[in-house]
């Protein structure tokens, strides 16, 4: 049962249009998301949190907006440069000491 | 800070041998993890240790898979009498207590194939 879902495997932008990056999930009872980027042949990389008592967290190009009616998030990247090129990760915690993943979105910004 | 390592970075072995993975987390972290990462996945969470004390492990780690942390700093997984289902690449990752699971310091990761 995959509770944190992304559902769309790559998404292609070009340099300088706005990335959007879905992620649906399961469990109302999470507290907090994260996301992580990822590139070949290394870890994953923290990126950005938002706490379920928000919608909205920035941080610089990125802004992560959180509909829990909806139980659904999204990532915003603007303006998408060519080294956002990445894997991301939504995640979530499955407990106080475990996080559970997506699937990934690979994200391709062309110049 | 020189970051969590791994090593070896590329493990090539025969169904039925033994492997063993090493992970040094950035010293000052008291919090470790190993996640495994196949392809087409998202990391999944295998076991969690609070300085030498393995405190939750997954369902996914079966009885061939022992992790340890014997003095709270360096930690190993061995896989025993490897199958093919067990390519990944295993991940591990550090973090303070104070931060718990919300900032991961994720190594390069070590990939295991099994022929």
């Keep these: 049962d995959q509770q944190v879902k992304q559902n769309s495997p790559s998404l292609s932008v070009q340099e300088g249009r706005i990335s959007i990056l879905n992620c649906d999930y399961t469990n109302s009872m999470f507290d907090y998301f994260l996301w992580y980027k990822k590139y070949p042949a290394e870890g994953p990389t923290f990126l950005i949190s938002i706490s379920s008592i928000k919608d909205k967290n920035e941080d610089g190009r990125f802004t992560v907006f959180l509909n829990k009616s909806a139980k659904h998030l999204s990532l915003h990247i603007v303006p998408s440069q060519p080294g956002d090129s990445a894997v991301y990760f939504c995640a979530a915690p499955l407990s106080a000491t475990a996080l559970i993943f997506g699937k990934g979105t690979t994200l391709s910004v062309s110049s | ?115």
């Design chain 2, 1 to 115: 800070d020189t970051g969590v390592s791994q090593d070896p970075r590329h493990k090539i072995t025969k169904r039925g041998q033994n492997v063993t993975f090493r992970c040094d987390p950035i010293s000052e972290h008291n919090r470790l993890y190993w996640y495994r990462q196949t392809l087409g996945q998202g990391p999944e969470f295998l076991t969690y240790f609070q300085n030498e004390a393995q405190l939750e492990k997954s369902r996914l780690l079966s009885d061939r898979f022992s992790a340890e942390r014997p003095k709270g700093s360096f930690s190993t997984l061995e896989i025993q009498r490897t199958e093919q289902g067990d390519s990944a690449m295993y991940l591990c990752a550090s973090s303070l207590v104070s931060s718990g699971t919300r900032e991961l310091f994720f190594g390069e990761g070590s990939r295991l194939t099994v022929l």
